[in-house]
């Protein structure tokens, strides 16, 4: 299969979307882990949206999700259709 075809199917967009949540969510909740120590999700996000830096935080996370998501996705993808290909 090729790029296009690929990335023009419905599940793997909805694939690139449930792994980048997936991702995010993990994310965050061990840098709080790490940083603070425990679960504290308003000293966690107010540290990174106050000061103006809300904009940067979203954009940040968006990136890194769709990233995340896009790369691990196509990986599978490609893997499932080259193992097809071969039986």
């Not at 299969?1 to 909805?14: G, L």
């Not at 996370?61 to 790369?71: D, E, M, R, S």
Request: aromatic content about 22%; proline content about 0%; glycine content about 10%.
């Amino acid at each position: 299969m090729k790029f296009k075809e690929m990335i023009s199917k419905k599940a793997f967009w909805k694939s690139v979307l449930l792994l980048g949540l997936g991702f995010l969510i993990v994310y965050d909740i061990v840098s709080m882990l790490f940083e603070y120590g425990g679960f504290h999700f308003e000293a966690y996000f107010t540290e990174r949206t106050e000061d103006g830096k809300l904009f940067r935080f979203l954009i940040g996370q968006f990136l890194a999700a769709f990233a995340y998501g896009f790369i691990i996705s196509f990986g599978q993808f490609r893997g499932k259709n080259k193992k097809d290909a071969e039986n």
